[in-house]
Each structure stands twice: as structure tokens, then as C-alpha cells.
């Protein structure tokens, strides 16, 4: 089969030229749907019993669960509290700022 | 009716990434979607989205299917991959969870792709790809195997 590698270059091209931030973003919002899509799993919850779980509709879950969603913290919350497994942690511990230090 | 050739575009160990050529085209039909949201600095984010998320589940999991939209008819194994908060539709084939055909896409302005000529026009040269597919899975000239297309080495397809 031809392998097409002007097409290979123009796809490293543009993965190349996103910004990291925008990277960490689609990464992070495929590693959660992910995650919950396999907690939902491991616990045999369906979509539509945890949307009710957590007060929301089958269809947003269903977006949650599909990849490429911008969560919010408020969401991230809910969903952390009703399956009672933290989704983020922040950092690797608690930092404190004083005085310009930064403490760990 | 215009040939068209699948032509690899990149293999990781879980994926396999193909798109579609047109007998006289200069470009695959992923890099002119490729282009034509990098030409454009509003579709440009939502592009990066987009191609990210490919190499990521290239890396990861794979197409796996609720990462997609399906599109065009029940029967057909034709996808759309939106991100959400975007208009930029990429069109797929998605054959299994590690090979995915791509073909061509564009901003949706409309409520469905059916009311936008161009848009239609890619899911429909999908759908007759997916058709010719099948025939050829169905008679075991083309087998597809862990992120790999077998058979369509040297195979035209009257799209």
C-alpha cells in the first residue's frame, strides 16, 4: 500500500504547531472519559443510571464518555462525589506560596 | 465515477491511520481537510483539537467507537469525529477500533450535513467506499487486521 508521507508531515505538522496548553487540554479530556468510562464499567452503571446519579442527562454523560469535552470543575466535582473517587489531584501534594518560596 | 486509491498516513502498535486519493488529485483528501483548516486561523484551534485527539487515541485505546459520531446510515460504518463547542466535522470510516479511513471534512453550518452540498458530498463518497469495502471483506480480497488494511495494496475503487 502507498503510504502517503506528504499527508504524515502536514499531520506532524500541525501537532507540531499546536500550543502545549491546547495539548494537555484534548490529552486531559480523553483521559478522564476514559476513566469514567471504565469506573461506569467496572461498577455496571449505565450511562443513563449515573446521569441520574448525577442529576444531569444520558445525553451529557454520553458526550462526557465520548472524548474531547471541556470539563468544568463544577462537573469534575459532581462526578468525583458521586462515585466517591477523586477524578484530578492537584500537583504532586499540597504547595504553599510565602514570600516567594514555594513550599512543598 | 473517479478512482480512488487508500493510502497509509501513519502506524503506531495499537492504530493504523488511512485515507482516500483520487486518480489526479495532487492532495489525499486528509490534506486537503488538513488545509483547509490550517489555511484558516478560526478553524486552526479546532483543527489542532481534532488531530491531537487522533494521535492520542493512536497512542491510547484506539477509535474506539464512542469517541465517534456515527453519520450516514444505520448500515454504513461511516463516522464523524466533532469536538465538542466546534463546527469542524472530519468524516471517517471506522473499520474497527485500530483502523480508521479519513477522508474529508469542513465547518457544519447547517442543522444536519445532509443540507450542506459539500459536506454531503464527502459522507456520501464514504458510504460508497464502505460499500465497495464490504464487497471485498465479503469475497476475501481485503481483510482488516490489527491496525492494518490487507488487499488493498494496489486496489482502485470506482467512487
Not at chain 1, 2 to 14: M, P
Not at chain 2, 40 to 66: C, S, W, Y
Not at chain 2, 113 to 124: R, S, T
Request: hydrophobic fraction near 40%; include cysteine; charge should be neutral.
Amino acid at each position: 500500500m502507498k503510504h502517503s508521507n506528504e499527508t504524515e508531515q502536514l499531520f506532524q505538522q500541525v501537532l507540531d504547531e499546536t500550543p502545549k496548553a491546547l495539548k494537555l487540554q484534548v490529552e486531559w479530556s480523553y483521559e478522564i472519559a476514559d476513566w469514567i468510562d471504565n469506573l461506569l464499567r467496572s461498577r455496571k452503571l449505565s450511562q443513563k443510571e449515573f446521569a441520574k446519579m448525577v442529576g444531569t442527562s444520558e445525553a451529557a454523560v454520553s458526550h462526557w464518555v465520548g472524548g474531547g469535552h471541556n470539563f468544568t470543575l463544577s462537573t469534575l466535582a459532581k462526578i468525583s462525589a458521586v462515585l466517591g473517587v477523586q477524578v484530578i489531584s492537584v500537583g504532586n501534594g499540597l504547595c504553599t506560596k510565602t514570600s516567594g518560596n514555594v513550599k512543598k | 465515477m473517479t478512482k480512488a486509491t487508500i493510502q497509509s498516513v501513519r502506524q503506531t502498535e495499537n492504530a493504523g491511520l488511512f485515507t482516500i486519493c483520487f486518480e489526479g488529485d495532487s492532495f489525499t483528501e486528509f490534506q486537503k481537510f488538513i488545509l483547509k483548516g490550517h489555511e484558516n486561523a478560526t478553524l486552526q484551534p479546532d483543527l489542532q483539537k481534532i488531530l491531537n485527539a487522533v494521535q492520542h487515541m493512536m497512542n491510547a485505546m484506539g477509535f474506539l467507537e464512542r469517541y465517534f459520531r456515527p453519520e450516514g446510515k444505520m448500515r454504513d460504518r461511516v463516522t464523524a469525529l466533532p469536538i465538542q463547542s466546534s463546527k469542524l466535522r472530519l468524516y471517517c470510516l471506522r473499520l474497527s477500533d485500530s483502523v480508521l479511513i479519513v477522508g474529508n471534512g469542513g465547518p457544519k453550518a447547517t442543522k444536519t450535513y445532509e443540507e450542506d452540498p459539500e459536506l454531503n458530498g464527502y459522507v456520501i463518497q464514504l458510504q460508497k467506499l464502505d460499500d465497495l469495502l464490504r464487497l471485498a471483506e465479503a469475497k476475501g480480497e481485503i481483510t482488516i487486521e490489527t491496525a492494518t488494511l490487507s488487499g488493498v495494496d494496489d486496489k482502485q475503487f470506482d467512487i
